[in-house]
């Protein structure tokens, strides 16, 4: 197997603010690995959070050794078999390696990859859609918007710095959409002082469950607050891979499952049969990525309780079509691999 990689620009149709930064952009690297003719791809995107830059992603995914593999199902199997079947790399290459050998062994098989991981109906799944921190006018606006064009959850950023106009922007998009199901996401802004007091406003607005509500790096914290919190918490910083998750089941509700951080298909698999019964459910989640980038999980969407698959929909452009979103429901196709193919652009000739 050989593989090539290219590096690409990603703008967000505009900025996309939540309570530790705002995003107006970020990098992608696609992988391309070829073998007998045929192609896989998968989609790496920049973190400043997990420390993953351009040059870091092209150095680590340069330096996978897919050479020792015969063809790309024997890649699968050892990361069905191996902890680390591409040594110590971050889980954002390791799913971008899977991803791509995934893609390129559905083709081989001339199968799509749920098939591959034993589903027989393609997922199909309604994503909550991200409203960031905002204007009260802008949030309720795009609520409405949202609602008229199908979505049936959105999905709320919280944590300004005046904790009164998160419930004020929570109010007028429920009034905005009032048959939405909402979902809240502070990204650890609230000490749990602030979330006791906040959470029961929330839950009195009909908001469904919240991500994250106390700062990363306390586990017991958030499970505690899970316990007497009057509307579900799923735990997202604090759930980075399986050993997180593990001492987590059964003590919050739900698990944000990211490919990008958990590494891959595999290990969200392994996720969901660890809390299998707890008591504890799945989000599927993911980064400001492209279709290519979000499709690996598509592809697990009938697994979890909450699907969050909008990245690709903040894009201005996205350079990749095949998993559906825009009228809130993302799904996976009857083509093999993926589903998904590059769009071409073409310039007039004059």
């Given amino acids: 197997m050989k593989s090539t990689l290219r590096t690409v620009r990603l703008e967000l149709a505009e900025p996309l603010r939540i309570s530790r930064s705002t995003m107006a952009a970020r990098d992608a690297v696609w992988l391309t690995v070829e073998h007998d003719g045929l192609r896989g791809h998968g989609e790496a995107v920049t973190s400043v959070y997990q420390k993953l830059g351009t040059e870091t992603l092209l150095r680590l995914l340069t330096a996978v050794d897919l050479g020792r593999f015969a063809a790309p199902e024997s890649a699968l199997d050892a990361l069905r078999a191996e902890e680390k079947p591409f040594g110590d790399v971050p889980p954002a290459v390791t799913a971008t390696v899977e991803a791509a050998l995934l893609d390129l062994t559905g083709k081989r098989?001339?199968?799509?990859?749920?098939?591959?991981?034993?589903?027989?109906v393609p997922p199909v799944a309604a994503t909550a859609r991200t409203i960031g921190i905002t204007a009260l006018s802008r949030a309720a606006a795009e609520a409405r918007r949202l609602a008229a064009s199908g979505f049936q959850v959105i999905k709320v950023k919280a944590g300004a710095p005046d904790p009164e106009e998160d419930v004020e922007r929570v109010r007028v998009i429920r009034d905005a959409a009032p048959r939405a199901r909402l979902l809240l996401d502070p990204n650890g802004a609230w000490t749990p002082a602030q979330a006791d007091a906040l959470l029961p406003r929330f839950a009195g607005l009909g908001v469904e469950a919240v991500e994250q509500p106390v700062a990363p790096g306390d586990p017991e914290a958030l499970a505690?607050?899970?316990?007497?919190?009057?509307?579900?918490?799923?735990?997202?910083?604090?759930?980075?891979?399986?050993?997180?998750?593990?001492?987590?089941?059964?003590?919050?509700?739900?698990?944000?499952?990211?490919?990008?951080?958990?590494?891959?298909?595999?290990?969200?698999?392994?996720?969901?049969?660890?809390?299998?019964?707890?008591?504890?459910?799945?989000?599927?989640?993911?980064?400001?990525?492209?279709?290519?980038?979000?499709?690996?999980?598509?592809?697990?969407?009938?697994?979890?309780?909450?699907?969050?698959?909008?990245?690709?929909?903040?894009?201005?452009?996205?350079?990749?079509?095949?998993?559906?979103?825009?009228?809130?429901?993302?799904?996976?196709?009857?083509?093999?691999?993926?589903?998904?193919?590059?769009?071409?652009?073409?310039?007039?000739?004059?």
Avoid: F, Q, Y
């Avoid at 199968?111 to 027989?120: F, Q, S």
């Avoid at 592809?299 to 699907?307: V, Y």
């Avoid at 196709?333 to 007039?348: C, I, K, N, Q, Y």
């Fill in 109 to 120: 098989a001339g199968v799509p990859v749920h098939r591959l991981l034993g589903a027989t």
């Fill in 224 to 350: 505690a607050l899970a316990e007497r919190a009057p509307l579900p918490v799923i735990a997202d910083e604090d759930a980075v891979g399986l050993d997180d998750v593990r001492r987590l089941a059964g003590r919050v509700h739900g698990v944000n499952v990211k490919l990008a951080k958990c590494g891959g298909v595999h290990a969200a698999l392994r996720i969901a049969e660890s809390v299998e019964g707890s008591g504890t459910e799945l989000m599927l989640g993911c980064l400001t990525a492209s279709s290519l980038g979000l499709a690996p999980a598509v592809h697990l969407a009938d697994r979890a309780r909450w699907t969050d698959l909008d990245g690709h929909l903040l894009l201005a452009h996205d350079p990749w079509t095949g998993i559906g979103g825009t009228d809130g429901v993302v799904r996976t196709t009857g083509r093999p691999g993926l589903g998904v193919e590059e769009v071409v652009v073409r310039e007039d000739v004059a």
